[in-house]
């Protein structure tokens, strides 16, 4: 079937826009995860929804950034008043379940000039 | 420091060479383990999960110590294709939110 997909899989934007990655997760997954990897780093943690809710955002870094899922499935992740060290890439996981194995989509490369 | 560390290497080792990783974690409440595999540019890819008892799936053997913290991967008999960045992830009591490593290094030659 298919896996964890996400758009755009590259995004140039200049310091202080507005950006939206997408996030469609598998089919059937209940839980699904947001990151995002610097380089020479491991993904670090954003937000995590169980279902529709955000189940915890202890990562994000700040007010700028937000994440929704509204019916349970996709999920946007908002970024605003982009900054330089925003630049990352932005990598999608879903799960059947909590704790279980987390299925990575190909990720997003964010680019802020 | 960081919740979960690991040595980043880079480790190089020829063919058919055993090689461990270590990784450790500072959150006692941390519930389960894996160790996951990226390739560059690509997205992690679950390579095990980790049981206290510890498991094996053919070359590749996890391990974990609850009382030191302590996760362990042992790969034997090298294989090119083995080349990669190794992440060790802790899941933590409260479900769902986990913490990655910043990965070890493997580069096997021939």
């Known amino acids: 079937g298919a896996g964890v997909s996400q758009t755009p899989s590259n995004k140039v934007t200049e310091k202080g826009k507005y950006v939206e990655l997408r996030c469609d997760p598998i089919s059937g997954h209940t839980a699904l995860y947001w990151y995002r990897q610097s380089l020479g780093q491991g993904p670090e943690f954003l937000i995590y929804?169980?279902?529709?809710?955000?189940?915890?955002d202890s990562g994000l870094p700040n007010d700028r950034f937000f994440a929704v899922r509204p019916e349970g499935s996709v999920s946007t992740l908002k970024i605003q008043r982009t900054e330089r060290g925003d630049s990352a890439v932005y990598l999608c996981?879903?799960?059947?379940?909590?704790?279980?194995?987390?299925?990575f989509g190909p990720g997003t490369r964010l680019t802020v000039l | 420091r960081k919740e979960v560390e690991q040595d980043p290497g880079p480790f190089n080792v020829p063919e058919g060479a055993t090689v461990a990783f270590n990784c450790t974690y500072s959150n006692s409440a941390s519930q389960s383990f894996f160790w996951y595999r990226q390739d560059c540019r690509k997205e992690p890819k679950l390579l095990m999960s980790v049981y206290s008892s510890g498991n094996e799936d053919g070359r590749f053997t996890a391990q974990l110590n609850r009382a030191s913290q302590y996760i362990s991967l042992l790969i034997r008999d090298s294989k090119l294709s083995d080349s990669a960045t190794y992440l060790c992830v802790v899941n933590h009591l409260r479900a769902g939110k986990s913490t990655f490593g910043d990965g070890t290094t493997l580069t096997v030659k021939p």
């Open positions: 929804f169980q279902g529709t809710g955000a189940a915890d």
């Open positions: 996981a879903s799960s059947l379940e909590p704790t279980s194995e987390q299925f």
